[in-house]
């Protein structure tokens, strides 16, 4: 059983541009989690709208966990990073950077910047899948969430 606020279902954005991630990514959280509703979208800028709940994303739930890429178009995950962890009513909420980056200066940003886990996605499959494993099994199973507060940002 989740030990997040509500019990309900946690609600996970994922913020990637590369769809065939996206479908993998879906597919195996799915296969190890069944009490999460993974949303997702393409950029930075998408994920700032979702989170505001503005244009197509009005209905929108509150974000429990972002798992965010780097390397994103119209605005880089850093810069989204930076805007959630600088407004009272986004900073609370975890965010994993799940990157395909292995430079040294994006870790050091990416935590300057106040993410609370930074991850480099594998090359291979099977160690993606252990991965993603070990994320459910903490992120879903054990971690403890604060309550959503779905105030406005960027």
């Known amino acids: 059983m989740p030990s997040h606020v509500t019990g ?10 590369n769809r065939a991630d996206r479908h993998i990514i ?3 959280l799915s296969e190890y989690d069944s009490n999460h509703h ?5 950029d930075g800028e998408e994920a700032l709208d979702f989170l505001n709940r503005r244009g197509k994303f009005l209905e929108a739930p509150p974000a429990d966990l972002i798992f965010l890429d780097l390397n994103l178009p119209r605005m880089g995950g850093l810069e ?20 395909s980056s292995r430079s040294p200066s ?33 992120w879903f199973r054990h971690a403890v969430f604060p309550k959503a507060q779905g105030t406005s940002v960027g």
Do not use: C, W
């Open 106 to 138: 994006d870790v050091k940003a990416a935590y300057q910047a106040g993410a609370n886990l930074y991850l480099r996605k594998p090359i291979d499959l099977e160690h993606l899948q252990e991965l993603l494993r070990g994320l459910s099994e903490i």
């Open 80 to 99: 989204v990073l930076r805007q959630l962890k600088a407004h009272p009513g986004f900073q609370m909420i975890p965010v994993v950077v799940l990157t």
């Open 26 to 28: 879906r597919q195996l």
């Open 8 to 17: 309900s279902p946690l609600e996970v954005l994922l913020v990637e541009d």
């Open 38 to 42: 993974l949303n997702e979208v393409e």
